[in-house]
């Protein structure tokens, strides 16, 4: 049996909080132990945390991002923003740009987003390193005394082919991103193939029933989650070079 | 809060089994309440259910999959399977055929799957209609005297640029597969602009995390869903003619 507990009553994130502190109080007040399970936190609350906010006006939009912005009908500045974050442009069209990140995340504006953001005239961009503010985060919450737990950072994708955002994990610690079956055998004994599950990526969906953008719930805990191994989300990423869609 | 239940006990399943019955007889024997939630339920139990399995001597292999098999080291009758599912190839290297099935999904060999097939020689197919089946699935859950529920028939696909599978939604009934929230305003008071969530599939991915391959638990009862309106999961289908990759 797993439980998702929505954990509520965190404030308005700014740079410089602490994130561990928030939500050891948010969890203690819902009577939630934080042990045995997975905190699954939205990207942009860690974004905010970390200062990854960038004020519109400070920004110079580029020839390049003049034109796309034009040819978009998008504003010049956040396209700026975007074409920052972007290593590349993986496809363009029907108004959206689908970059690959520093990271090597794919995605809509290369994660740069404007909802939520706690000023009007700001974008929220993605942490430098999401691992890294895994581990941080996991490691201050073993400090505080909590059990052992997982620590994955989420965000909402679009996907090729189907519509509707799903949550993915842009960062993990304290957990096996990928559960790979690949060698063992199936009900009948027949050896699984190509049979390695993206954990790290069902939590994130899982997590994301209770955070929706409009909801206010920046976290959520997932209770009786088997705390296994170690690793980072980078495993997840699909080199380009075997990927069929870059 | 939501709760994840396996459904346990559940035996293997033959062609013209009730699910419906042996859904209740494992959620009874468990004292699980079928009320408020979501029963997900993995394709390979529908479709075996429904009879969707071939035995591979029967089939003769085309000069095409013949042609596939050769280059792709593969079980030519298995290819000539996966290209009667197939409307097109999307892509195909590294060994892979990624296929748009009938029903518009775009997978990996068109759904067509060997793993926990019941006889070693034989493959699984997707289910002709998986909407249909699950509203079957539904009025049969309702009739039999459950509260309020939705149905959701999950299945475990790849994607491009990540690495693992994680589960999505093939048919639902009872509630709406996407959750538009375009038009509603953020935290902030900013118009949110593409937030619609894939909530079937966020379900599907969340009931993965308890049925892995292995663990013989075929469908999970998600406890604490809001179940509102209905639809299909072709709702979750992009139009061709505004995908990026196809």
Redesign the interface.
């Known amino acids: 049996?797993?439980?998702?507990?929505?954990l509520q009553g965190i404030p308005?994130v700014e740079p410089g909080d602490d994130l561990a502190a928030l939500v050891l109080e948010s969890a203690r007040r819902s009577g939630i132990e934080l042990c045995n399970g997975a905190l699954v936190i939205c990207q942009k609350v860690v974004s905010k945390s970390e200062g990854r906010v960038v004020k519109l006006d400070t920004i110079e939009p580029s020839a390049e991002a003049r034109q796309i912005a034009r040819e978009d009908d998008k504003d010049p500045r956040v396209v700026e923003v975007v074409l920052g974050e972007a290593t590349r442009i993986v496809?363009?069209?029907?108004g959206?740009m689908?970059c690959e990140t520093r990271h090597g995340?794919?995605c809509?504006n290369a994660g740069v987003d404007?909802?939520?953001?706690?000023?009007?005239d700001s974008a929220v961009l993605l942490p430098i390193d999401p691992d890294a503010s895994a581990r941080g985060l996991h490691n201050a919450l073993l400090a505080a005394g909590t059990g052992p737990l997982a620590v994955v950072i989420s965000d909402?994708f679009?996907?090729?082919?189907?519509?509707?955002?799903?949550?993915?994990a842009l960062g993990s610690a304290g957990i096996r991103?990928?559960?790979d079956?690949r060698g063992?055998?199936?009900?009948?004994?027949?050896e699984?193939?190509?049979?390695?599950?993206?954990?790290c990526?069902?939590?994130a969906?899982?997590a994301?029933?209770?955070m929706?953008?409009?909801s206010?719930v920046p976290a959520v805990w997932v209770d009786g989650?088997a705390v296994q191994g170690d690793g980072s989300v980078r495993?997840?990423?699909?080199d380009s070079s075997?990927?069929?869609?870059?």
Chains 1, 2 share one sequence.
Do not use: Y
């Open positions: 049996m797993i439980t998702l507990h929505p308005p496809r363009r069209g029907h959206v689908i995340f794919v809509a404007l909802s939520n953001a706690t000023h009007p909402t679009g996907r090729p082919w189907r519509e509707g955002l799903v949550d993915v991103p990928i559960e079956l063992g055998v199936d009900l009948v004994g027949r699984l193939e190509v049979t390695a599950t993206a954990t990526d069902q939590l969906a899982a994301g029933l209770l929706p953008k409009d206010g989650v495993e997840t990423l699909r075997t990927d069929l869609f870059r």
